[in-house]
């Protein structure tokens, strides 16, 4: 399978260390032969995301913080400037305030549901209309959401609510975009220990819970993730779009706790 990804290019962002799921993906691209560029939020995390992107021979990086129109606008001018055009993006991106990732629901503040909205899953119709523009032979768009957009999982609160705007901001941009065969897809993720997800109340409860209960009764890893990245993101998935792909061990398809599961 070597060489998938050869003569394609596309932008990684939200990677933020070894641990990321934007790290997963871009492994498996780059072991593919795509050419990558990288966003990053921040000085900071610009000191961990540069040697990673050399490690995969990249040196196109790019600061852009989500929440900022203009700095979204300048981030794709730069990608123009050197890419006019590119096959891929990966939006790997959430963000809320802890506080709020535990107790009630209904405790959610305005602005922490606005500012969750606005990062976790506006900018994503952001990246997508602005990737768009330099997609004009095609291209494929990812993002990454989460079980709890669709059923209720402890804690996960205001960014279950995010993610179910962002399950269906995948469904009518997969519409929108779908005549220029721009595809667009989202992987759906079990829980993995990430910067992100360690603000998420009890996370060790939630990964247990996981491992105990899902079919292949086991946690996902990074590497599951980019192993789904790259399957949608090449031509191997060239009919699917408007996609939620589960990357959760089976976890989703699990209705009842299963008794003694080892006997069944
Ligand atoms: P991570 O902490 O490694 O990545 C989150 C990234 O979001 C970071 O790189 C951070 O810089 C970026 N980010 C936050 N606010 C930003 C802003 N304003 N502008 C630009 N970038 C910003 O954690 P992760 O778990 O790899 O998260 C990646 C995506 O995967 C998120 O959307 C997350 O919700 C989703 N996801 C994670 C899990 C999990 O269990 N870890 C499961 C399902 C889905």
Partial sequence: MNGLMQGKRGVIMGLANDRSLAWGIAKQLAAQGAELAFT?????????????????????????????????????????????????????????????????????SLDNFLMTMNISVYSFTAVAKRARALMPNGGSVLTLTY???EKVVPHYNVMGVAKAALDMSVKYLAMDM???NIRVNAISAGPIKTLAASGI????????????????RRNVTI???????????????????????????????????AEDAPDI
């Fill in 178 to 180: 779908g005549p220029e």
């Fill in 40 to 108: 990053y939020q921040g000085e900071a995390l610009e000191r961990r995301v540069r040697p990673l992107a050399t490690e995969l021979g990249a040196d196109f990086l790019i600061e852009c913080d989500v929440s900022d129109m203009g700095a979204l606008d300048a981030a794709f001018d730069t990608i123009a400037a050197r890419w006019p055009t590119i096959d891929f993006v990966v939006h790997a991106i959430g963000f809320s305030d802890k506080n709020e990732l535990r107790g009630r629901y209904y405790d959610t």
């Fill in 223 to 257: 590497d599951d993730v980019g192993g789904a990245g790259l399957y949608l993101l090449s031509d191997l998935s060239s009919g699917v779009t408007g996609e939620i792909h589960h990357v959760d061990a089976g976890y989703n398809v699990i209705g009842m706790k």
């Fill in 201 to 216: 109340g009890d996370l060790r409860y939630i990964l247990k819970w996981n491992e105990l209960n899902s079919p292949l």
């Fill in 147 to 149: 079980y709890g957009s």
